[in-house]
């Protein structure tokens, strides 16, 4: 369940699903505006709930609420995050898919009302926006893009998140 305490820690554990959806214009990446108006763009996705069906059609659900696509299969994952930020209480596991057959008008109508923008962004473009997210998302979101590697070689990546304030925090990769 999302956002539950964690049977072995006090931390709260939340899954979450990203989506690498690509066009000949480029990747899919959605501007957000975060608690305090911080913005950061990173590709669609965001917390699975536990009423969806399974982590792939809560996946297909954020990415249709935060731009309009639907995505009719995925491939994946191809990468996974794990962030835990024990000062501030909480773990994140997330999976990242790739998105084999889409279709569907950009259009973001995101109910949490997060997401405020969505297009896709050629690599430089992508290069240029990636300065703005958490380092859990940019690096390897960055080590896909020079790769572009699929689910068969996929990759794991592991950080420790220290601090309490957005725009103070220590983080770390781990070995994965």
Do not use: K
């Not at 590709?43 to 954020?62: F, H």
Request: with cysteine; net charge negative.
């Amino acid at each position: 369940m999302p956002g539950a305490p964690s049977p072995d820690t006090d931390l709260l554990d939340w899954t979450v699903a990203g989506g690498l959806v690509e066009n000949a214009d480029g990747l899919l990446m959605v501007r957000n505006v975060r608690h305090g108006g911080r913005v950061d763009w990173t590709p669609p996705g965001g917390v699975i709930d536990a009423t969806d069906r399974s982590l792939a059609a809560g996946l297909t659900r954020e990415v249709v609420e935060e731009t309009g696509i639907t995505v009719g299969r995925w491939d994946g994952p191809v990468y996974t995050v794990r962030a835990d930020a024990p000062d501030m209480g909480w773990r994140m596991s997330c999976e990242v898919h790739y998105a084999l057959e889409f279709d569907g008008e950009l259009l973001v109508d995101d109910p949490d009302e997060i997401v405020v923008a969505a297009e896709f962004l050629d690599d430089a473009g992508c290069s240029d926006v990636l300065s703005t997210c958490p380092p859990w998302v940019r690096e390897p979101l960055a080590a896909w893009m020079a790769g572009r590697w699929s689910s068969r070689d996929a990759q794991a990546f592991h950080y420790e998140v220290r601090g309490t304030r957005v725009d103070a925090l220590e983080v770390r990769r781990l070995s994965p």
